[in-house]
């Protein structure tokens, strides 16, 4: 696929210094550019790479001035570093632009289809399932009876989307994720067996949601576990039944949250932490690494460390723990001393 300089200016609103015919057909970094590819410059520090790519086309503010000669064919915009991002987007779109149906697959006579649909070899669509327009179906993907999928949704290849799942407009859900299996519940009987509990709640998702790779996701033991609108979810997060995800929460990979915790809005909680069931997290918290959630918190706190607790209070506990071994060391010479000065008044 291949583009040149000026239908590039002409999408970023650009003005081009040198050849407009110029034609690119890949991204680069500035420092490892070659020749048809495009590259950007926004930060000064890389100013000097400009003079040696090879580049084809590059994009720079409108504020940078060449210190000498510049072989390489130049966009100037407003700011470089989002131009290039909404290129990116742009060419994302170009390349994931695919519409038609391909061959094998099931699709249920049952299911409604909005237009421009793509569905990938291999894909099964069961009974009453209803997908919006512009929607993209990766192949090997099960999609189970009466989901909903909104408009411009992504489903990448692999996913599986249980019965009764309710997806958003706009939301990208990679590779591997599962969404809708059954939540982790067991109860034991007089002889100590464990029996499942019927798990017949739903998924439900709301727009603008972005799910990672091998992300799992349980349906509710009744009514539903809710993914609020812009919530980002890392690779590897599980999300146990009845738990709600308030809106533009984002997580990081590998974190684990039990059943029926409520997680407010705009929370950032990184990689690895693990979240007991049944407690609350309020809006704006901010929960670091590893740590380990075993209470409700409270509004805009930040917390670390398990079982967590406030991020300044920990970091000075930190300094106490990591001086330990010289602090015990002290304490036995004082001891010695002690016994020594004992010795010495005895005799």
Known sequence: MKFTAQQI?????????????EEVSKL???EEGEKGSLTFLSNPKYNHYLYTTNSSVAIVNKTFIPEKEISTTLIKVENAYKSFSKLLEFYNEVKNNKVGIEQPNFIAESSKKGANLYVGAFSYIGE???IGENVKIYPNTFIGDNATIGDNTVIFSGVKIYSETVIGNNCKIHSGAIIGSDGFGFAPDENGEYKAIPQIGNVVIEDNVDIGSACTIDRATMGSTIIRKGVKLDNQIQVAHNVEIGKNTVIASQTGIAGSTKIGQNCMIGGQVGISGHIKIGNNVKILAQAGISKSIKDNEMVNGTPAFKVQDFNKSYVYFKNLPKIISKVNNLEKELKTQKSAINE
């Open 9 to 21: 200016a002409d999408i970023l609103e650009g003005d081009i210094v040198g050849n407009p015919n």
């Open 28 to 30: 680069s970094k500035i």
């Open 128 to 130: 009453n399932v209803v």
